[in-house]
């Protein structure tokens, strides 16, 4: 015999029912940073992941936070919101001031939950690096110096184009040397460093072992 499992409403429409955690994130970035979290190796039954990319000139760190409201009531309209979700906000650090912009988004809350800040610093593009190299030795100041030693890592590199294949042998290494990455006393990562690992860290800990392990 099986057990109906009951459908909540909200306006009229019911809701779905899940029992995978879901994970909100919102990038600073137009295409690079949607492009991989949307990747086939990062799906899974027991996570969902919902991303929201920032149109093209306007991607504040506080634009980003308005960017996840928005998606936070989207998917409200189809998913109840469990203790166990996660709200992500990922911003470059080379691109923002500290105390005048990026210092707006830290310690935030939205409804009792609080809003995670995953800072690269200089940009996103060290977090796809770490797949294929450790930190490195010193600072890289500007996100297009990082882009250029991104492209001559792996021979070519496009943010509008990002390849799968280029990522998915190398994914449980970025995570892992992300989260080498030293913090400043606000809680910023040194240049050259990145907290995006630490989102990913959290969606495989959602991954059974077996799954988890053919990730290499």
Known sequence: MHTRIPKVYTNGLPRAHRDSRLFLIACEGEKTEFQYFSFPFLVHPRVKIKVIR?????????YVLDNLRKLIKDVRREYDLKPSDRFWLVIDRDRWDLYEQIDKVINKRIGNKPVNVAVSNPSFELFL????????????????????LLRK???????????????INGYKDAVRRSLLS???SF????NPGTDV?????EIQENVPKRRNQSIR
């Open 54 to 62: 920032s149109d093209e000139g306007a991607s504040s760190p506080t």
């Open 129 to 148: 690096y770490l797949h294929f190299n450790d930190l490195p030795d010193k600072p890289i100041e500007r996100s297009s110096d990082m882009e250029a």
């Open 153 to 167: 890592t792996i021979g070519g590199y496009s943010k509008r184009n990002l390849r799968e294949e280029d990522y």
């Open 182 to 184: 030293s913090h400043d």
């Open 187 to 190: 809680g910023i990562p040194v």
């Open 197 to 201: 690992g630490k989102i990913l860290n």
